[in-house]
């Protein structure tokens, strides 16, 4: 699972730099990457369900195991989430240069770096810092909020950029996606170390 993460979080810092640059052939390069990385994720979350299906081990290996297999599902999201961003980049990419741009690298940014630490938290499990992504995840709906409504305002504006702004919104979506399942791992992280407690 550990070299999973960290492709993973590659993944994300590369679609990051191919938002901000604009490069819609970087996102096409990051696009094959992630389907080598959802076979390795689909073949991880197959050896849960072996281990899950015949019982064998503790209790508490049991319990790791079967969060490990969620954790291995919700990492499954945020490739496909990657993936859809890189879409939408290319599409960016061949359209015309719209202000709300400068603000979709901001939500990269905190969505990456969520993705980053609930990551770690995965690999060595820690309530305090799965809390704290959990509470990370309302920033990121605000920037979302925020940013649909400057999309709205800018259609508003300039009808003839309506087209034009649809990749940027659905960016800013799969971006809030990609927070939502980060928040998700560490809630899985969570409730886990709290059944470990009991």
């Given at each position: 699972?550990?070299?999973?993460?960290?492709?993973?979080?590659?993944?994300?810092?590369?679609?990051?730099?191919?938002?901000?640059?604009?490069?819609?052939?970087?996102?096409?390069?990051?696009?094959?990457?992630?389907?080598?990385?959802?076979?390795?994720?689909?073949?991880?979350?197959?050896?849960?369900?072996?281990?899950?299906?015949?019982?064998?081990?503790?209790?508490?290996?049991?319990?790791?195991?079967?969060?490990?297999?969620?954790?291995?599902?919700?990492?499954?999201?945020?490739?496909?989430?990657?993936?859809?961003?890189?879409?939408?980049?290319?599409?960016?990419?061949?359209?015309?240069?719209?202000p709300i741009a400068k603000?979709?690298?901001?939500?990269?940014?905190?969505?990456?770096?969520?993705?980053?630490?609930?990551?770690?938290?995965?690999?060595?499990?820690?309530?305090?810092?799965?809390?704290?992504?959990?509470?990370?995840?309302?920033?990121?709906?605000?920037?979302?909020?925020?940013?649909?409504?400057?999309?709205?305002?800018?259609?508003?504006?300039?009808?003839?950029?309506?087209?034009?702004?649809?990749?940027?919104?659905?960016?800013?979506?799969?971006?809030?996606?990609?927070?939502?399942?980060?928040?998700?791992?560490?809630?899985?992280?969570?409730?886990?170390?709290?059944?470990?407690?009991?």
């Amino acid at each position: 699972m550990d070299s999973v993460g960290d492709d993973l979080g590659q993944s994300m810092k590369q679609v990051l730099q191919a938002l901000e640059h604009r490069n819609g052939m970087s996102a096409e390069r990051i696009l094959g990457r992630l389907d080598d990385l959802r076979r390795r994720e689909d073949g991880l979350k197959e050896m849960c369900l072996q281990i899950l299906g015949g019982k064998n081990g503790s209790t508490p290996e049991l319990r790791w195991t079967g969060c490990a297999h969620k954790i291995l599902s919700l990492v499954s999201g945020i490739s496909t989430e990657i993936a859809e961003i890189a879409r939408q980049i290319s599409k960016i990419n061949d359209g015309p240069d719209l202000p709300i741009a400068k603000d979709l690298p901001v939500m990269a940014r905190l969505a990456s770096r969520m993705l980053e630490r609930s990551i770690r938290i995965a690999l060595h499990p820690d309530a305090v810092g799965a809390r704290r992504i959990m509470e990370e995840d309302s920033s990121l709906d605000r920037h979302k909020d925020d940013f649909a409504k400057k999309a709205i305002s800018l259609v508003n504006d300039r009808p003839e950029n309506s087209q034009s702004v649809v990749p940027y919104v659905l960016v800013s979506r799969h971006l809030e996606r990609v927070g939502d399942h980060a928040s998700h791992i560490a809630e899985e992280v969570a409730y886990y170390l709290q059944e470990q407690a009991a």
